[in-house]
């Protein structure tokens, strides 16, 4: 199975934070039985500074998993391995770093559902010399308002650790909550468009980098298969 996921962040305030993320990702899956599934994947991210090439990184992936199917309502899902980092504009290190993420899913009636996702590994900060892990953890509740049409509110916490290669001091950790609510909109089996409403809450060991944020986003998402 093929993935492939693009992601955008423009800022008219403040350009050099603008981004694009392109994220390829190969699959092979194996039925061991009608309850589980084992995978083995190959992930391709690539995170661009278009004024900002210093910054710019990319990690490969390489992971093993299960999907378990629980019961008739409840499936998890879950891929462990290591992520390779390099900076590609120069700066810190290239590292090796443990990897890993996991889903949740409680089906619910009436087509709705819960989900629980959790993710630990290494993330872009923007900085040619600055390297940092995450720990990301959400929960995020959808019901179906017509066969087209799905509503969705989330909740999800970020612990993000930062440690500046070329000076200890100024290292830094941030804790951010993000509260969310989103329409979606299924065009295809493949193709959907989604609305969103986002209120974020960033507290962080840096000085006057702390703040308060609220987005309107619009997107779209394509499914390879």
């Known amino acids: 199975m093929t993935s ?13 934070n603008n981004l694009y993320t392109t994220t390829y990702g190969n699959q092979i899956r194996y039925t061991a039985s009608s309850r589980n599934t084992f995978t083995l994947e190959i992930r391709d ?23 378990s199917v629980l019961s008739a309502r409840l499936r998890n899902t879950f891929s462990v391995g290591i992520q390779s ?17 996991s889903a949740t899913t409680l089906a619910l009636p009436r087509g709705a559902g819960l989900t629980w996702t959790n993710r ?15 720990y990301r953890t959400g929960v995020s509740y959808s019901q179906p308002l017509s066969t087209k049409l799905v509503a969705s509110v989330s909740l999800a916490y970020n612990y993000f650790k930062d440690t500046d290669d070329s000076d200890s001091a100024d290292s830094y950790t941030q804790n951010q909550l993000e509260a969310s609510l989103s329409l979606g909109y299924n065009i295809s089996p493949r193709f959907s468009l989604s609305l969103s409403y986002t209120y ?18 619009l997107g779209g998402s394509y499914t390879f298969r």
């Open 85 to 101: 980092v390099s900076y590609t504009g120069g700066g810190a290190s290239n590292q090796t770093l443990p990897y890993f993420e």
């Open 4 to 16: 492939y996921d693009l992601g955008l962040n423009l800022e008219n305030s403040t350009p050099t």
């Open 45 to 67: 991210s690539e995170t661009i500074y278009p004024t900002n090439s210093g910054a710019n990184s990319g990690s490969l992936f390489y992971l093993v998993g299960l999907d």
């Open 120 to 134: 630990v590994g290494a993330e872009n900060t923007g900085a040619a010399d600055q390297t940092a892990s995450s």
């Open 200 to 217: 974020t809450n960033l507290s962080t060991t840096q000085v006057n980098t702390s703040y308060e944020r609220q987005q309107i986003y």
